[in-house]
């Protein structure tokens, strides 16, 4: 999914008639409009909310939109608002996945519009209509000023993608990550020889980084970014890494060059990170950038006070967490083989689950033994991409 509006081009004719459909629509939303009361300020306010406060705002109606919509929906949110930009404002994109009939939809929108609605009469937002024949789009103003562009659509449910790992779609789940790919290419090798869906999650700046995201992806597996992250006691870390009191601009630069560096990444897992990941401001700073670039994240839960997870279904990025223990925080076989046993447990009693471990030569060692048994213990084995929502 997209973050920022420009380009989209959704199907509206998925579930509404272009010249029928979309105008009772349309008439629908002016309705909406029509009744929400309009704010008026007896006393002189500055001309335009900080940058920050209408960021604030932006989470509210994301927030309001996700609760609003039905499942499935897409909630995009792009902070294109700066202090630079007079004319700039911060972006609400929301696309409902439905094959319902348009009725079914028109009330879907109602209950969208009603919640935004709410949440603008409480921060003195007013509307402004604009006519769009690919589906409703308006602004937000505060005291004449705009503050926010909201675009609201429709498209009709996705198949399921190509590329989705074969098997009984009812069937417990498994998603293994192998982390800190990127300097090894021996355990690379030896990686890409393992028959199975694995995902691999490569280091930035390593020597082999690059050929390594580009070889893995050639033998048919999935890479993920593994994106470094500030941790509490600061062992170990990255020449460059993600830490708090980072501005957004700085945020999506460093993600940018990281992506340059891991080519073809289908998502995100935090490397370390147990600080930056309990850090709510700049795991807000983060989800759009990730959002924009279409990618999904994972998070390592590599600390119980994470809120990675939460901001990124906050900001309607496709996401996960790690729900079984690591494989080899002990890098011994009999340890890993153990620890896979419970990963094969954890996903027939949660339905599904994400394991992650690391190239050591003993978790090879255990993924060549205790894989080959998933499928009779009734497990399937899948990409991390499959168990994102």
Not at 44 to 50: D, G, K, M, T, V
Not at 320 to 337: I, K, M, S, Y
Request: hydrophobic share 40%; charged share 20%; glycine share 6%.
């Amino acid at each position: 999914m997209a973050c920022r509006l420009a380009g989209i081009k959704s199907d509206f004719s998925h579930s509404l008639d272009t010249k029928t459909g979309f105008s009772s629509f349309y008439l629908l939303f002016c309705l909406f409009a029509l009744i929400l009361p309009a704010t008026g300020c007896k006393t002189p306010e500055p001309a335009r909310l900080p940058p920050s406060r209408i960021r604030a705002i932006t989470r509210e109606l994301a927030a309001a939109a996700k609760a609003a919509a039905p499942s499935g929906s897409e909630i995009r949110i792009a902070f294109q608002v700066s202090d630079r930009g007079a004319e700039s404002t911060d972006h609400l994109d929301i696309t409902i996945l439905s094959d319902a009939a348009d009725s079914a939809t028109r009330s879907q929108v109602a209950k969208i519009l009603q919640s935004l609605g709410a949440v603008a009469t409480r921060n003195s937002l007013t509307e402004e209509l604009s006519e769009n024949r690919e589906g409703i789009l308006f602004f937000y103003l505060r005291t004449g000023v705009r503050t926010h562009t909201i675009r609201i659509h429709t498209g009709s449910k996705a198949p399921p993608r190509a590329g989705t790992t074969p098997g009984n779609s009812s069937a417990p789940r498994l998603a293994i990550i192998l982390d800190d790919l990127g300097s090894d290419r021996a355990a690379a090798d030896a990686i890409f020889a393992l028959p199975y869906p694995l995902t691999i999650s490569v280091l930035p700046d390593h020597e082999h980084s690059i050929e390594i995201a580009n070889e893995a992806q050639r033998h048919g597996f999935q890479v993920l970014l593994h994106l470094p992250m500030q941790s509490v006691a600061n062992e170990h870390p990255e020449p460059q890494e993600l830490h708090s009191g980072m501005q957004s601009a700085d945020v999506s630069a460093l993600v940018q060059r990281f992506l340059q560096n891991v080519p073809g990444v289908a998502g995100v897992n935090n490397h370390q990170g147990s600080q930056a990941t309990s850090d709510p401001e700049l795991m807000s700073e983060l989800m759009p950038v990730l959002c924009d670039r279409h990618l999904f994240y994972v998070d390592s839960r590599t600390t119980a006070v994470t809120v990675a997870f939460d901001t990124a279904q906050e900001f309607g990025v496709r996401s996960a967490f790690r729900n079984v223990p690591f494989l080899d925080d002990v890098p011994e076989v009999a340890a890993v083989r153990k620890q896979l046993q419970l990963a094969l447990r954890g996903a027939r009693e949660k339905g599904e689950a994400i394991a992650i471990g690391h190239p050591h030569a003993a978790t090879l060692q255990a993924l060549r033994e205790v894989l080959p048994q998933a499928r009779a213990q009734g497990v399937q084995l899948v990409f991390a991409s499959d168990l994102v929502h």
